[in-house]
């Protein structure tokens, strides 16, 4: 049995039309697409608040007690090296403003663990030992008189205070002359 005659109008030249139509259309949805996604990508849609993630358990009590003690022992790690820095060189402790907690964070460039210079802070400062205001201000006046104290144990002497407030005064104080 002889092959099916091709369809009537289907010859070269139709394909070639075909051909072309889609190039050309085609081609005529480039420019409609860029503009779109042009004009699209500006807007953005809100994105949905994100929902509890199955593997972010909450911090239980330990967890957040282990956390804080390695933040206060990495303070105290930072009250030593801003201290050793201090006093190998006093002059850049003073530049970077060590110890100096009456001033704004902002100007103070260097993370000191929280020292505090006793011979340079004013006496509201030095009620964060423990002082009273009367106690800081006689230090201040004592301080002034002697030209500054040269340990936490020479400020108590001098000053008279309670020997509770000693280990603090040691451990958060800085004593630049």
Known sequence: MPPPPPP??????????HLVLTVVTCGLWIPVWVVHAVVAGNRRAPLPPVPPQPWQQPVSAEQANRAAVQHMNARAQ??????????????????????????????????????IDVNAVPARELT????????????????EETGGFSSG????????????LVPELVEFGLYLR
Do not use: K, S, W
């Open 8 to 17: 009537a109008g289907l010859d070269a030249t139709t394909h070639a039309l």
């Open 78 to 115: 930072r009250r030593r090296e801003a201290r050793a820095l201090a006093l190998g060189n006093p002059l850049m402790a003073r530049e970077l403003r060590i110890g100096r907690t009456d001033l704004p964070p902002a100007q103070r460039p260097y993370d000191d663990g929280g020292l």
């Open 128 to 143: 964060r030992f423990g002082l009273t205001p009367e106690q800081a201000e006689r230090a201040v006046e004592l301080r």
């Open 153 to 164: 144990e020479d400020l108590a002497v001098v000053c008279d205070l309670p020997p509770r």
